[in-house]
Structures are given as C-alpha cells and as structure tokens.
C-alpha cells in the first residue's frame, strides 16, 4: 500500500508551488503527494518539467484531486458548459500525463460545493452526468488516466453520497477507467457501516481517502475505526492509494470552502504540522501492517 496527502494540508488556496512540497512529503516519510487540477490548465512546460524532476530526485509519486466550478460542470444543461469542461480537462489530462499521475479523483461528475440556493433534480443531474462522465472517460482513456467518481457527504453533493450510489454511477458508465472512490470523512456521515461500504465498491475502488471525522490527521481522533477500514481494503485487494487529505487551518479560500471556522491545529506551527503529518503517516503504516 502507497501513503499520500493532499498538499492542502499546509495551503490556505487551491493550487501551490508543489515542488516544495514534493520534497516535504518525501521528507516526511509519504510515498504520495496529492497535488490539485486547479490551474493545472494554465501551467507552463517548465513548470511541469521542474515538477517531473522533483517527484523522480525525491521518488514520490503523485495523484490529482478536484473540485469542479460550476463552470466546468460535466453534467450541466448548457452543452457550451460541457464542450468548455471538456475542453479544461483535455489540457489537465497532458498535464498529469506529463507527470505520470494516472488517477484523478473527487467530485468529477459535477460542480462542486453545490449551491443548494438553485432546484435540485437528482434524476435528470444523473442522466446528464452519466453521459458527460462518459465522454470525459474517452478523453481520459486517451492518456491512460483513471478518474475515480468520490462519494461526497451530502452537504456538498447531492448525485454520489454512498458506496452504493457511487459503484451504481460507475457501473452505468461502463468504461475500464472510471472508478469509485471513498473518503472516510465522507463515509462517517453518510454510511451505516464502514466495512460493508468498502466492501461494496470490490472490483470498482479507484482511490482513497483518509480524514478523521472532523478532517483531522487520521489517529487524532477516536471515532474512525482504523484497523477495521485497513481491513476491509485488504479484504477487497485494494491496491490503490491511501491518501489522507486534513484540513485543519483557518482562513484563505480552502478554509472558506472546506468550513474551518476554528483552528484544528492546536495552534501548530509550520514545523509543528510537518511533525503530525508524519505521526500521521507512521500510524497509518502501523495500523496497514497489523491488518
Ligand atoms: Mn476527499
């Protein structure tokens, strides 16, 4: 099993100089780190070729994650929204190619948070996101990429909130690259049963995500039940990546979005965090060891 985290951890806005945290990472004893599409469509040959550099001095490997805009909505009414989505993504796919990422994942088949001001019809949101998903398959398959649909709770999505529904989108796609995905944060609001929800998405798991239940370090907290997720991932041959994507600080347009409205650090420092990050990962590898 692969460790990762989601540069964001350390970020206060989307998108960063991710060459340091390449090395951080690397430092900090992860196989992985997460980087964001966001703005990947506008990076430059030499930024990209710094990054490629890095993630090979340091040997760590990288996967993507992203939130849509609303103008970048797969699933939208307006064809001139899905072409425009299309379009965003075929520049991000060269990008991760160039950079030997083969799974992006998070809310792919919408926008993401969703704006809950505007109707909701969930039936018609599917239909059309089944169909836009697929296109985006056909382009991904172009660059040998997986995209993974994640489970969202449903304060900020409303198409996929459980494995079920997640492994039901995947299946009615029916391409090889589009896959489920899981968040553990996700999962604590919206499953019955951990176990039995991973189990569900055997054969269809793409990519993984840890948080405690409040989004802090996976072993901060005492309500997750580790050992019985490692389990069920062993349990299903899981062989993907185990990313773990904190939030803990305040403030900036992550802590807008994610809603951090009281520091989670405990007052850390930058060092401080690069210390719990790695307690962090040292615990996960322990807890995927006695599994
Ligand atoms: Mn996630």
Not at 3 to 28: C, M, P, S, T, V
Not at 214 to 236: C, D, F, H, M, S
Request: hydrophobic fraction near 40%; include cysteine; charged fraction near 25%.
């Amino acid at each position: 099993m692969k460790f990762g985290i989601y540069y964001a951890f350390w970020e206060k806005q989307w998108g960063a100089d991710y060459e340091g945290y390449i090395k951080k990472a690397a430092n900090l004893g992860f196989d992985i780190l997460e980087i964001s599409c966001a703005s990947l469509d506008e990076v430059s040959s030499d930024d990209v070729k710094a990054l490629y550099e890095a993630k090979e001095k340091y040997k760590i490997s990288l996967t993507a994650g992203y939130g849509p805009k609303p103008t970048q909505n797969i699933a939208s009414e307006d064809s001139k929204v899905v072409n425009n989505t299309l379009h965003f993504w075929e520049k991000v796919f060269k990008v991760l190619k160039a950079l030997d990422i083969d799974t992006v994942g998070g809310g792919l088949y919408y926008y993401w948070p969703v704006d809950y001001t505007k109707q909701i019809n969930k039936p018609s949101d599917w239909e059309r996101s089944v169909k836009g998903v697929s296109k985006l398959a056909d382009l991904a398959a172009d660059y040998n990429i997986n995209i993974c649909m994640e489970s969202l709770n449903r304060h900020e999505g409303f198409l996929i909130n459980t494995a079920l529904e997640c492994v039901s989108f995947v299946k009615q796609v029916g391409k090889k690259n589009v896959k489920a995905m899981l968040d553990t944060y996700h999962m604590n609001m919206e499953e019955d049963d951990m176990r039995e929800a991973i189990l569900q998405t055997k054969g269809y798991l793409g990519h993984f995500h840890v948080g405690e239940n409040n989004r802090r370090l996976p072993g901060q907290g005492k309500i997750i039940n580790w050992l019985e997720i490692a389990k069920a991932l062993k349990n299903i041959d899981y062989s993907g990546a185990v990313v773990m994507e904190p939030f803990v600080l305040t403030g900036g347009k992550v802590g807008n979005d994610i809603k951090i409205w009281r520091d989670m650090s405990d007052n850390a420092t930058g060092e401080m965090l690069d210390i719990q990050a790695a307690e962090s990962v040292s615990f996960l590898k322990e807890i995927f060891k006695k599994a």
